[in-house]
């Protein structure tokens, strides 16, 4: 843990190797490709603090997603703050992820809106059937 009177600013700038598009996040990085950096009394994503440094707050349910696609870039330029179902979509083709042209589940439910919610993984799951299943489970258990 950096001392506290470090401010992240002051150990961010080191870290960073500014090329002619991205400026590439040169500390530690996940296995995910994201950078990470110590600053509100903890580790947190480096493309997001910079984005809130430079730019402003993310609102609350949204997410950063990269233009340029290097997950270690922290330019604020390359960052758009985005929902979570349209950085996904945005992520890759979806002749990739089949399942991102579903527009029904298998029982008929249509998935769009509050009918589906998409997981961290980015799959995406029918809130009907799922609730359905909860109950099936509930009655199980109960018996």
């Given at each position: 843990m950096?001392p506290?009177?470090?401010?992240?600013?002051?150990?961010f700038?080191?870290?960073?190797?500014?090329?002619?598009?991205?400026?590439?996040?040169?500390?530690?990085?996940?296995?995910?490709?994201?950078?990470?950096?110590?600053?509100?009394g903890?580790?947190?994503?480096?493309?997001?603090?910079?984005?809130?440094?430079?730019?402003?707050?993310?609102?609350d349910?949204?997410?950063?997603d990269h233009?340029?696609?290097?997950?270690?870039?922290?330019?604020p330029?390359?960052?758009?703050?985005?929902?979570?179902a349209?950085?996904?979509?945005?992520?890759?083709?979806?002749?990739?992820?089949?399942?991102?042209r579903?527009?029904?589940?298998?029982?008929?439910?249509?998935?769009?809106?509050?009918?589906?919610?998409?997981?961290?993984?980015?799959?995406?799951?029918?809130?009907?059937?799922?609730?359905?299943r909860?109950?099936?489970?509930?009655?199980?258990?109960?018996?």
């Open positions: 950096p506290k009177s470090t401010h992240p600013i002051e150990r700038w080191p870290k960073v190797e500014r090329t002619d598009t991205c400026w590439l996040w040169l500390g530690s990085i996940s296995n995910y490709g994201y950078g990470s950096i110590w600053a509100y903890r580790n947190v994503r480096v493309h997001r603090w910079a984005y809130e440094h430079f730019v402003g707050p993310i609102p349910g949204l997410v950063i233009l340029c696609r290097v997950r270690h870039c922290v330019n330029a390359h960052m758009e703050v985005v929902t979570n349209e950085n996904l979509r945005r992520q890759v083709p979806c002749a990739e992820k089949p399942w991102l579903k527009t029904h589940c298998k029982r008929g439910h249509e998935l769009v809106g509050d009918n589906v919610y998409i997981t961290p993984r980015g799959t995406r799951h029918c809130r009907p059937c799922q609730r359905k909860n109950r099936d489970y509930m009655r199980r258990r109960a018996a």
